[in-house]
C-alpha cells in the first residue's frame, strides 16, 4: 500500500522549509493540497523540501505549485531531477494557459450589443437587397423567354401553397368576420344604431381582414414551408448539384414559388372575402333578424367594391413578401438541423412583420390619397 501523502511545518531547525513525504499521487492529493496552501500562505517565504517524496504526479506536482502562489517559483522547491521536471512541466503548461479576461463593464457590453444589432441590421438589410435584384434578373429573363418557365412547378406550388390552403382561410375568416358582427352590435347598440353594424363589417372584412388574415396564414404556411424545403436540400446539397449542371436555383427554386403566391392569393383573398362577409351576416340575421337580402342591399349600396380593391391591390405585394422571405431564409440555411429550424422560425416571423408593415404603409398611401 503506498503511504499517503503528508507533510510538516517548519521549526526552528528546518530553517523554513515544509518536509513533503509520501506518494503525492491521486486523489488524496487535493485535500492535503488545500492544506498545504494554507499552511504556506502564513509563511509566504518558506520553502518546500521534497526529498522524501517517493512518487509524484500531474495531480500533486499542480497541488505543489498551487502552494507557492501566483509566481510557481520552482527555485523555492528542492527535490530530486525527475520530480523538478515534473513540476517545470507543469508549470509550464499552466504559463501558456490563456488567461480569463475580466467581461466588459455594463456601458461598453451595452455598446457592443447595439453595435452587433446595428451590423446585423445592415447585413440583414443588404442580403435582402442583394436577394431582391437577383429574383428580378431571373424574373425579367424568365418572362423574356417563356420557354424557360416551369410549369410543372407553378401549378403544383400553386395547389399546394393555395388550394389546400383554402379550407383553414374559409374556417378563420368565417370566424372572424362572426366576431366583428358580434362586437359591432354589441357596441353599437348602446347608441340604437344597431344597423349599422352592416357598414362596419363589410369595410373590416373587404379591406383590412381578408387579406391580412389571408397573407398571415399563408406566411405560416407557405413560407415555413418554402424555407423548409429548399433548405433540406441545401442540407443534401441538391442546391450546389443543380448549379454543377447549370440550372439556376433561383430559377428552379424561387421563381415557381412566386409565381405560385403570385396567382393563389387573389383567390384566397377573394374566398377569405365572402367567407367573413358571411360569417358577419350570419350574426346580424341572427341577432337583428337583418335578413341576407337585406345584409347584401345595404352593403352594396353604402360599402361598395371599393375597398374590395384596395384590398386586392395588397395582393401581390404581400405574395413576393411573402414568397421572397421562405425562400431567402431557406438560401441561407447551413449543414445542419439546427439552422434549418432556425432558419425556418426566423422566415415566419420575417414574413409576418413584413406583412404588417406593408399594411401600414398602402394605409397610410390610402389615407393620403382619401380612399
Known amino acids: 500500500m503506498s503511504p499517503a501523502p503528508v507533510f510538516s511545518e517548519p521549526d526552528a531547525s528546518q530553517a523554513g522549509a515544509f518536509q513533503l ?15 498545504l496552501i494554507q499552511s504556506v500562505r502564513v509563511a509566504p517565504s518558506s520553502t518546500l523540501d521534497l526529498t522524501e517524496v517517493r512518487r509524484m504526479d500531474i495531480a500533486g506536482a499542480w497541488a505543489i505549485l498551487r502552494a507557492l502562489g501566483a509566481e510557481r517559483d520552482i527555485g523555492r522547491i528542492k527535490a530530486r531531477p525527475e520530480h523538478l521536471r515534473l513540476l517545470d512541466m507543469v508549470a509550464g503548461a499552466d504559463a501558456s494557459r490563456p488567461k480569463r479576461r475580466s467581461g466588459p463593464g455594463p456601458i461598453r457590453a451595452f ?43 407553378c401549378v403544383s406550388m400553386a395547389e399546394r401553397a393555395g388550394l389546400d390552403a383554402l379550407p383553414i382561410v374559409i374556417v378563420t375568416t368565417f370566424f372572424i368576420g362572426a366576431v366583428v358582427g358580434l362586437l359591432g352590435v354589441n357596441t ?36 415555413s414551408a418554402f ?17 454543377v449542371i447549370g440550372v439556376d436555383p433561383f430559377e428552379a427554386l424561387v421563381f415557381p414559388r412566386v409565381a405560385a403566391l403570385l396567382l393563389t392569393i387573389p383567390l384566397l383573398t377573394f374566398a377569405a372575402t365572402v367567407a367573413g362577409l358571411l360569417g358577419g351576416a350570419l350574426v346580424t340575421w341572427s ?15 353604402n360599402v361598395g367594391a371599393t375597398h374590395f380593391w384596395i384590398a386586392l391591390s395588397k395582393a401581390p405585394v404581400m405574395a413576393i413578401a411573402i414568397a421572397g422571405i421562405g425562400c431567402r431564409q ?42
Not at 344597423?195 to 405560416?220: H, Y
Not at 424555407?227 to 448549379?243: C, F, H, L, N, Y
Open 21 to 35: 513525504a509520501g506518494d503525492w499521487c491521486g486523489a488524496p492529493v487535493q485535500e492535503i493540497g488545500d492544506a
Open 111 to 153: 455598446l457592443e450589443r447595439v453595435g452587433r444589432g446595428v451590423m446585423s441590421v445592415a447585413e440583414e438589410t443588404y442580403g435582402t437587397l442583394a436577394f431582391a435584384g437577383r429574383l428580378m434578373v431571373v424574373t425579367g429573363r424568365t418572362l423574356m423567354d417563356p420557354r424557360r418557365i416551369r410549369w410543372a412547378s
Open 188 to 223: 353599437l347598440r348602446q347608441f340604437g344604431a344597431e344597423v349599422f353594424a352592416v357598414e362596419l363589417i363589410g369595410i373590416a372584412v373587404t379591406r383590412e381582414f381578408g387579406i391580412v388574415i389571408t397573407a398571415v396564414l399563408l406566411a405560416g404556411r407557405s413560407a
Open 227 to 243: 424555407a423548409a424545403e429548399i433548405g433540406s436540400m441545401k442540407m443534401t446539397q441538391e442546391v450546389d448539384a443543380m448549379r
Open 287 to 301: 341577432m337583428l333578424g337583418l335578413g341576407p337580402s337585406f345584409f347584401m342591399t345595404r352593403l352594396i349600396e
Open 330 to 371: 431557406g438560401m441561407l440555411v447551413k449543414g445542419d438541423v439546427l439552422s434549418l429550424g432556425q432558419r425556418v422560425t426566423a422566415a415566419v416571423v420575417q414574413a409576418i412583420f413584413a406583412i404588417i408593415l406593408i399594411d401600414a404603409v398602402f394605409a397610410l398611401i390610402y389615407m393620403e390619397l382619401d380612399l
